[in-house]
């Protein structure tokens, strides 16, 4: 597609429920990043892929939380029994090659805003 | 580990105003420094990067140099525009962390007619 897309835009959940987050990115970028922005705060990493797989998924703040990619395109973040601290927007990003060079531009989708009650 | 921190926010400029955002960094290795923007009700873009010292990244009118001797990647402009009322955020990545880049948390500018 023209940019990184993100499903939901918005979604409000019950507190326990679980919620999966959606993001397709450009076509042919083969890394792709799930990031959370929380209120006031800057971005933190969550889980990178390259490919169909998950090299670095330090970020995942507990097991809570899990990602899959399939067919090196669509990814899921999916939040099993939500917490009311899980409430943030969550960015997805991907870029056209691995990062070896370190010069890795990220473009971004708008975000699925998380809401917890 | 790599960290990146940024001026306090929020900034609250007039039309035409110099800006600067302040931005220093932490990193174990080289790495290269951006700067994205996020404007209201859209993701987070690329406004320039910089992937070596004493090199000057340049966009819309902004600009930021990798100093290296003070570690830092300051973001410039001569003369602000309403347009530019967004959250800038500074960002570093290396390549031994490429898949992980690290940002700031963020400056929000306001720029008043």
């Known amino acids: 597609g023209a940019g990184v897309s993100q499903s939901p835009s918005n979604k409000v959940t019950e507190k326990g429920k679980d919620v999966e987050l959606r993001c397709d990115p450009i076509?042919?970028?083969?890394?792709l990043y799930w990031y959370r922005q929380s209120l006031g705060q800057g971005l933190e990493f969550l889980i990178y892929?390259?490919?169909?797989?998950?090299?670095?998924k330090s970020g995942l703040p507990s097991d809570r939380f899990s990602a899959e990619r399939t067919g090196g395109s669509v990814s899921t973040l999916t939040i099993q029994r939500t917490q009311q601290e899980d409430s943030a927007v969550y960015l997805c990003?991907?870029?056209?090659?691995?990062?070896?060079?370190?010069?890795?531009?990220?473009?971004f989708g708008a975000g699925s805003r998380l809401t917890v009650l | 580990g790599n960290s990146v921190t940024q001026m306090e926010g929020p900034v609250t400029l007039s039309e035409e105003a110099f800006l600067t955002i302040n931005c220093t960094y932490t990193?174990?290795?080289?790495?290269?420094l951006f700067w994205y923007v996020q404007y209201p009700g859209e993701g987070l873009q690329l406004l320039l990067k910089?992937?070596?010292?004493?090199d000057k990244g340049s966009n819309k009118g902004f600009e930021a140099t990798y100093r290296k001797e003070t570690t830092s990647f300051h973001l410039e402009k001569g003369s602000v525009q309403v347009s530019d009322s967004a959250v800038y955020f500074c960002?570093?990545?290396?390549?031994?962390?490429?898949?992980?880049?690290?940002f700031g948390d963020g400056t929000t500018l306001t720029v008043k007619p």
């Open positions: 076509s042919g970028h083969t890394a």
């Open positions: 990003a991907s870029s056209p090659q691995p990062p070896t060079s370190g010069a890795n531009v990220l473009t």
């Open positions: 960002a570093l990545s290396d390549h031994r962390n490429a898949g992980k880049s690290t």
């Open positions: 892929f390259q490919g169909n797989s998950a090299p670095d």
């Open positions: 910089a992937t070596k010292a004493d």
């Open positions: 990193a174990t290795g080289y790495p290269s």
